[in-house]
């Protein structure tokens, strides 16, 4: 597959993989390509773990599901990042931005707007969008055959240092890679960033579960597994291939001169 199209074409997967493992040989790619992005000093300052066994599998969908429902019903999640979130076509297309919310119940279609509002939390516990949300979530962890734990080493990601910012935007590199990789593979990705979200005791399992060192950090959980075409979508899902014009986001000499390209 040809760079370009990799990136165009990678996406997150929302929804269920194949129920098949994925090869040693298509895992060793993954990391492989990881390894080959830029570091500072070339210090490859990450660490992955693969988690694989079922019973751990099992385990970390359940942190998942439970993290999403607390989360979720807490209602500060959705307040923080409602300004993202997009309820038509014609919205996405004039934003170029955001998430949009295109798949759900129909009972809850016509409350949709106001359920993602300032003032829906309330709503939305009761029409139990929380408890839907950590079902579907406890399975995809679950079914997902890797999880992929990413570390960083603490001898670099230091959170007030040149090098911590320097590791992340490694390690930032280093997923893409691996991403864009999966993509040419056919193997789908999703962040699980609810167990970092709830955080407290949900994030700290998941550490116990992967033990690192003193010196290493987990920053990250992914999901992978082979793209199933005919999977069925989550209950509540979205969708967020749109992107804004370069001439949106680029500036020329400086900030807000906008830059046009020549076709
Ligand atoms: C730092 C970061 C955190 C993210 N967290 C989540 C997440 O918790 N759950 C999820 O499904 N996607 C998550 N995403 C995926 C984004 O929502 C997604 O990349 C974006 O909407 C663009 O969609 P695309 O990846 O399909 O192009 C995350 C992505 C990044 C880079």
Redesign the pocket.
Known sequence: MDVFQAIKS?????GHFLNKPLSDAHIKMLLEAASYAPSHFNSQPWRFVLIRDKARRERLGKIAGRSMREVMAKGDFWKRYLKYFRFSKEETEKTGD??HIDNMPAVLKPFVKYLFSEKGGEMMNKLRVPYILAIDSKKLVANSPLILGVLLTKEEYKKNEHSGLYSLLSL?MA?ENIWLTATALGIGV?????PM?AGGAYWQECIDMIQPPDDFELI?LFRFGYIDPNAKRPTID????QRKPVSEFCYEETFGNKWIPKE
Request: net charge positive; hydrophobic share 40%.
């Open positions: 990678r996406r997150t997967t929302n955001g998430i930032g997923i999703q962040f699980i960033s609810l979200e990250a979205w969708s967020s291939a």
